[in-house]
């Protein structure tokens, strides 16, 4: 299988330039003017972007999860990926009690197995830290190609802060790096109890339960732990103003805090929550929707380079059925999560780079370029000669109207939809073969389920 982009415009995280790209038997081989190759598939890409496939490395696949599961599996999942010019997909992969790392990793790639449509790996996340799991993470790092670590500082299933200084000393050895979802769990319970007393538990009252100052102590917390032992970490859904504050404190004294943020965080606010007809709960997540002025903050924080990545912290339940049933009368029980996969690219181009607010370089950068180098993705994540061809043929003057029944994520809403979008994807291509393409209306699926293949990764080599 053999591709030839004609006349695009390559977009790299430093700039851009109009070539021809050659692909063949998974890789880019080849990058220059007027190339003249037989290929299986000749495109012209004149007037579109040529960009490296985006890459999501916040998902959480058929995650079980407060009575329910994450209703995407890793077809549906993957498939949508591909329909919104996603290629590769790092999901977490929760251990469970008793479970070894590699028991978790094999149990999500016996998931996977058959069912993927582009390339993914995995973070497994540290939730049962016995010493022989924390002795473990050599292994992950450097045999099982997954150097990364989330943990948790909410959740019954949290880790204390001793466990994070074991992990952050010993990722720090080998190459590996921690990710931490940073929020102050007395916070939200002492909220909770406040807002219960007073009857507030309509979804609204989700926001106002999980404070800003949340997230910022859990930020400034997990900051000290990386000044103590001279380790990194990476922040994800970073949301709050507050604690990009304390993200970029720590930058500024050469402390190796990183940070991603998601659309959601970027776009809407918690006004949301207060939609007609139980609307809100859509937007139960968490960290929750934030105000304006966290919105603002965080395109500042991507312009500065204080957040790396944006990812989309995927986790889809159904508005009807799961959002409206098991919350209705309790916003602590509307299954926390929303969908977002498909809808990274679009939306970063869209509402970034059309509106100002970000360079088309930088969208490459925190969407790819830059989300590959912090996980290890070393064939992923550019144009480039020897990189997989993972590649969006970007159309960066087609409209489309945002709506769920144009989407392909396992899920019956979507949190933006209605909204005017301007450049979609016109093809897709994962290791040089067309997976999704533009049809006129909306994005449809020409891949082949199961053709997607587990990647391991290499160690964190500084960013
Ligand atoms: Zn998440």
Not at 329 to 349: R, V
Not at 370 to 379: H, I, P
Not at 389 to 396: Q, T
């Amino acid at each position: 299988m053999s591709v030839l982009i004609k006349g695009g415009t390559i977009v790299t995280s430093t700039g851009r330039y109009i070539a021809d790209v050659y692909a063949d038997g998974h890789k880019i081989k080849t990058i220059g003017k007027d190339l003249d190759y037989p290929a299986d598939d000749i495109v012209d890409a004149s007037g579109k972007y040529v960009l490296p496939g985006a890459i999501d490395p916040h998902t959480h696949i058929s995650m079980p999860f407060m009575g329910t599961s994450a209703q995407d599996d890793y077809e549906t999942g993957t498939i949508a990926a591909a329909c919104g010019g996603v290629t590769t997909v790092v999901d977490f992969d929760l251990q469970q009690k008793g479970e070894s790392l590699l028991e978790a990793i094999e149990r999500k790639q016996s998931w996977a197995a058959g069912k993927v449509a582009v390339d993914y790996s995995l973070h497994p996340a540290v939730m049962d830290p016995r010493p022989e799991v924390i002795a473990e993470v050599k292994k992950a790092v450097l045999d099982y190609g997954t150097p990364s670590f989330k943990i948790f500082m909410v959740y019954d299933f949290r880790v204390d802060d001793a466990t994070m200084i074991k992990l952050l000393e010993e990722t720090k050895k080998y190459g590996g790096l921690v990710q931490v979802h940073a929020e102050n769990v007395y916070i939200i319970q002492h909220m909770n109890e406040l807002l219960e007393a007073q009857g507030k538990l309509s979804p609204y009252y989700h926001a106002v339960s999980r404070p800003n100052i949340a997230e910022e102590e859990a930020v400034a917390r997990a900051a000290k732990m990386v000044e103590l032992t001279g380790s990194r970490i990476y922040i994800v859904h970073l949301s709050s103003k507050e604690g990009l504050a304390k993200v970029k404190e720590a930058r500024d004294n050469g402390i190796d805090v990183f940070a991603e943020t998601c659309p959601q965080y970027l776009l809407l606010d918690e006004e949301r929550y207060n939609e007609p007809d139980f609307g809100g709960a859509k937007y139960v997540m968490s960290p929750p929707l934030r105000t304006k002025e966290s919105n603002e903050a965080l395109w500042g924080g991507l312009n500065s380079g204080d957040l790396q990545v944006v990812a989309t912290d995927h986790c889809p339940f159904d508005f009807k059925g799961k959002k409206d049933m098991f919350g209705k009368d309790d916003y602590k029980k509307i299954p926390n999560g929303a969908p977002g996969i498909e809808t990274l690219l679009m939306l970063l181009h869209s509402e970034g780079v059309v509106k100002g607010r970000i360079s088309l370089e930088r969208m490459v950068d925190v969407l790819s370029t830059g989300t590959a180098r912090m996980f290890g993705l070393k064939d992923k994540g550019e144009v480039a000669v020897g990189k997989d061809a993972d590649l969006v043929i970007f159309d960066p003057d087609q409209k489309f109207s945002i709506t769920q029944s144009k989407l392909h994520m396992n899920i019956d809403y979507t949190p933006f939809e209605g909204l005017e979008i301007s450049g979609m994807p016109m093809a897709v291509y994962s290791r040089g073969k067309r997976v999704a393409e533009w049809n006129g209306d909306q994005m449809t699926f020409v891949g082949q389920v199961g053709r997607g293949k587990f990647i391991k990764r290499e160690p964190f080599e500084g960013f």
